[in-house]
């Protein structure tokens, strides 16, 4: 296979590379250097037709290395930093990993792979290695306390809802940034929008402070970001979107509620603000900018674009050539049904002409016997003007098996004399709007909650 037959990550960076960059808190690499330098020291070829694990410390690094390896290795697998170590062997014999690639390899000393690559900040190099192959992304599902699964795409249909979205002649180039990390699906979404549709790209870091991080993007100008609405419920708490005004925000991982919403609407009254569907099964399935929760029921059907979807049994199912083509090693279970549909899990209700999120199939509380979606209660009782976000679950009781408790976090400007009062009126909402099954026993104010790694509300056990 010739090069111009690849599809491959480096022969789409696009135009005007000299004006385009991607940055970390530390460093600031000019695009137009991926053409002449290497952050494998010049060892790419090395890597030709091999299984590679990606393991960096910091998102800057994975960034450069990915662009490189892609084209060449056979496949490449992702670690997020958040990976637990003691899945590590299973990952690596999963995925085939023969080759690894790190700015840490005394991390990887006795795990059994021969062929360690260390890498760094670019260097000139003689030659750059050619694009060979179509490489295998792999990246893993997040949510799972055990071994997570294994995910794989193409370059290509990672690629699917990007391809043409690039600025017009004489257009400001976009700078693109986000909360999520580039090695889990989300994050790599918006990496490679700025790669592949001719913007720059400001990525996070794990050490910094929500101020100084909004401030980093501030000073650099971001236009473009996205984030779970867990993410910007975090930073509308902070009171740090003061001066910030990107013109694109986009929600993703999460149900986008219309607190939610309506929040960053008010915070950002010149910006598009909307949210997309994915998974890292299912892929880029659509994108909602009316300002609503929920989509509408004309997204539904075959034959209407990029995407077919419907809903089997309350589950929204996916098919398109921008899913992943499968799982692999032992959890290499069929990904879609007979009909080539991804069963996303997540549970849908009609009401009128537009589907709303319930929850995720396996999220269920048992609350007294019944099954109930913590989201649906949570989304009543963010509808509180003094509500930034909370949590709902199950605990126990002796006398019905099983009650709704909330935790409860409250805006900054609330009233800390008004919490009985609060507490009432949520109540009140709650009754009004929901089963009296789902109307929470108890109302906690917390100052925060917990989110995990790939930016979702923490979810745990009562």
Known sequence: MSPRE??????????ALSERTMSDPRHTVSLARLTTDSCLDGRRGELDGRSVL???????LAGLALIEIDGIARRMLLCPPDLNS?????????????AIVTDEPGRFAGCGVDLVVTLGLPQPVTRIAQTTRATEWLMLTSGTSGV???????LEGLCGAIIGDTPAPGAAIPVWATFYDIRRYGGLQIFLRAIVGGGSMVLSDPGEALADHIARLTSRGVTHISGTPSHWR?????????????????????????AVLDGLKQAFPNASIG??????????????????????????GEGRGAVDMKVVDGSLRIRSRRAAHAYVGRAAAALTDDDGYVDTGDMVELRGERYYFAGRRNGIINVGGLKVHPEEIEAVI??????????????RSPITGGIVVAEVVLTADADPARADAVRNEILSQCRAR????????????????????????????A
């Not at 910030?244 to 993703?252: D, I």
């Open 434 to 461: 929901l089963a009296a099954h789902k109307v929470p026993a108890m109302i906690r104010f917390v100052p925060a909650l917990d989110v995990t790694p790939a930016g979702k509300l923490a979810r745990a056990d």
């Open 86 to 98: 003691e899945h590590l062997d299973s990952l690596i014999a999963d995925a085939e990993i023969d």
């Open 275 to 300: 949210h997309a569907y994915a998974s890292t099964e299912a892929g880029v399935g659509f994108a909602v900018n009316d300002g609503l929760e929920g989509f509408p029921a004309t997204l539904l």
């Open 54 to 60: 990606l393991a960096t410390s910091g998102q800057l």
């Open 148 to 154: 997570p699964k294994i995910v794989g795409h193409t």
């Open 382 to 395: 963010n509808a509180h003007a003094e509500v930034r976000m909370s949590r709902a679950k199950s605990r």
């Open 6 to 15: 690849v599809f491959a990550l480096r022969d789409h960076l696009g135009t």
């Open 234 to 258: 975090k930073l509308l708490m902070s009171g740090s979107v003061t001066g910030f005004a990107p013109r694109y925000v986009r929600l993703s991982g999460e149900i986008a509620d219309q």
